[in-house]
């Protein structure tokens, strides 16, 4: 049996395709997160805060790309 499909940032930070952002919106999504999964709150895990670590980098690099590697 194969492992899951990895969900895209935009999945897993619930943002629209399409829709333009920005770092600060980024950041803000990612500490939102972060506050929710973590292995120490109720319906977090070591899992659920891995994969938002990598769909942030996943986001930021995306977005420098967008911007021509700015910031």
């Not at 803000?28 to 990598?54: F, I, V």
């Amino acid at each position: 049996m194969s492992a899951p499909t990895p969900r895209t940032w935009r999945e897993v930070f619930e943002w629209p395709a399409g829709e333009q952002l920005t770092v600060d919106q980024i950041d803000a999504r990612y500490l939102r997160l972060a506050s929710l999964s973590g292995r120490d709150r109720p319906c977090g895990s070591a899992e659920a805060k891995a994969e938002l670590d990598r769909a942030y980098v996943e986001a930021r690099r995306e977005l420098a790309d967008a911007e021509g590697g700015a910031r």
